[in-house]
């Protein structure tokens, strides 16, 4: 039987509302006065006027929102305007996704579900924007993944790469984040399922195929091979359920 830890939390770890509240006006602050990623804040005590809050509620504001990325500290420099990145959802994705365990793959199969969708509905504006450069670039990768795989070797970071670069060309960087945010959910909590010592060979054939069809200019095959290219994974998914 588990046990539950009921015992009260302290005030440092309470979220409380009057931290959340002079988190949404800086916030406020930072649209109000169109800040940018990047952008200077004030200085703490500017801060503290500037939304009507104590120093030590703009502090543990301060940390709610470097959590969320939305602002950055430098320690010996000031706080920034953050990049915005997806951490937060990356976070409470990976969570829900370990927590479920091998009984249950839901999210992760959700995850998979939302990358494929991506990459298929975005197939033909892709192929109509990737130049050579980055078509070298992915094959590239490809002969990396290949060659790792043929000596048992895991290829992570060219597989990130690889899926960041095809989805590059559009320009466009919430598809840029939402790419890597996904990736990232998948790489975390993958690892708690059984895979096959074939798979990592399959795996980077699939990225071959999908680099073969963008070479040639082929919308469906570049789909059909994007849908390949997560056919293990969904039978690795599989395989935890029934298990």
Not at 4 to 16: F, K, M, Q, T, V
Not at 30 to 48: F, M, Q, W, Y
Not at 80 to 99: I, K
Not at 140 to 149: I, K, P, S, T, Y
């Amino acid at each position: 039987m588990t046990t539950i830890d009921a015992s009260p939390l302290s005030g440092s770890e309470r979220p409380g509302p009057r931290r959340q509240e002079v988190a949404t006006k800086i916030k406020e602050y930072i649209l109000r006065n169109r800040l940018k990623p990047g952008d200077l804040l004030p200085t703490e005590a500017e801060l503290c006027d500037a939304v009507g809050a104590s120093r030590s509620s703009v502090r543990e504001a301060v940390k709610i929102l470097s959590a969320l990325d939305i602002v950055e500290v430098r320690h010996g420099h000031g706080t920034f305007v953050g990049r915005m990145s997806l951490a937060a959802l990356v976070e409470s994705l990976t969570f829900r996704g370990l927590l479920s365990g091998e009984e249950d793959h839901l999210v992760l199969g959700q995850v998979v579900d939302v990358r494929q969708t991506l990459e298929q509905g975005l197939a033909a504006q892709v192929i109509a924007v990737l130049d050579a450069e980055h078509r070298t670039a992915l094959s590239a990768l490809a002969d990396e993944m290949e060659d790792l795989a043929a000596q048992g070797q895991n290829f992570l970071e060219a597989d990130r790469a690889f899926h960041l670069k095809l989805m590059e060309p559009l320009g466009n960087d919430l598809i840029l984040q939402l790419t890597e945010a996904f990736w990232q959910v998948q790489a975390i909590v993958a690892p708690t399922l059984r895979t096959e010592p074939e798979d990592l060979a399959i795996t980077a054939q699939r990225h071959r195929a999908i680099v073969d069809a963008v070479e040639i200019g082929n919308v469906a095959g570049l789909q059909a091979a994007i849908a390949d290219h997560y056919a293990p994974v969904r039978a690795s998914i599989a395989r935890a359920v029934q298990d």
